[in-house]
């Protein structure tokens, strides 16, 4: 499965299965689980300037030894930036803290502030866009898109955009399967990453996935995993833990047509599942 790609519309390939690594602390966590998920085999490493570890992640890759060109790495705009100046030197900023010359994909990361989620920024996340535009075609970026954007944000950023947004990254778990945003995304062409898979960890417990889980003789989180391929999604399952890691790669099996109808239907806040 980590051996597995997805084309980007723009025939950039993205690996099906990468290692998220949001609530990582910065510094030696991060740098020790972004060393076992490449020795794993994981090829795609996602961050952001928000979670504070752009360093940690660099510094692993680079020790790595393995060639930049194999690898897929995403970092984020942080959230309250919105002006197109903002959003190039933040960009130069995370490039520095990763010291790489390129990403492979360059998101903004909501289309709010997270201290102010809901409110409109809709001209500034114009501008935002139009910074990423000029960094996708400095070839800085070889992708560009969104991340927690809805349909309505998205409309938005397409009003002027030059560049079809190439994927757009959300919260995507059983329980809350984002019917709508997929399915404007598939129209689009731009491919949806399932951030949180596992919904923070909270949905391993959660009735209808363990009993699921044993129907198929795998573990719930290979079940959440799962569910999010069959969406046509890449997946970022996080972990600190080498033998999770190589669990997670281990999803190559079919979630039959009803049971997914069935996890499609589920619809549950993530704070419910215990």
Known sequence: MLE?????????TLPLLGLGTWQMPPGEVTYQAVRDALATGYRHIDTA???????GVGRAIKDSKIPREDLFV??????????????LDAFDASLKALDMPYVDLFL?????PWSDIGSNHDA???EAWKALETIYHSGKAKAIG???FSPRDID?????AQVVPHANQIGLFVGNPQHETVEYCEEKGIQIIAYSPLAIGYALKDPLVVKMAKKYGVTPAQLLIRYTLERGAASLPKSTHQHRMEENAAVDFRIDKADMAELNRYENDPRQFN
Not at 156 to 160: P, T
């Open 4 to 12: 597995k790609r997805l084309t980007l519309s723009n025939d950039t």
């Open 108 to 112: 903004i990361h909501a289309p709010w």
């Open 146 to 148: 969104v991340s927690n």
């Open 124 to 126: 500034g996340n114009i």
């Open 156 to 160: 938005n950023i397409l009003s002027v």
């Open 49 to 55: 300037e928000g979670y504070q570890n752009e360093e």
């Open 74 to 87: 995403t970092t984020k705009l942080e959230s309250h930036i919105k002006t197109y100046q903002g959003a």
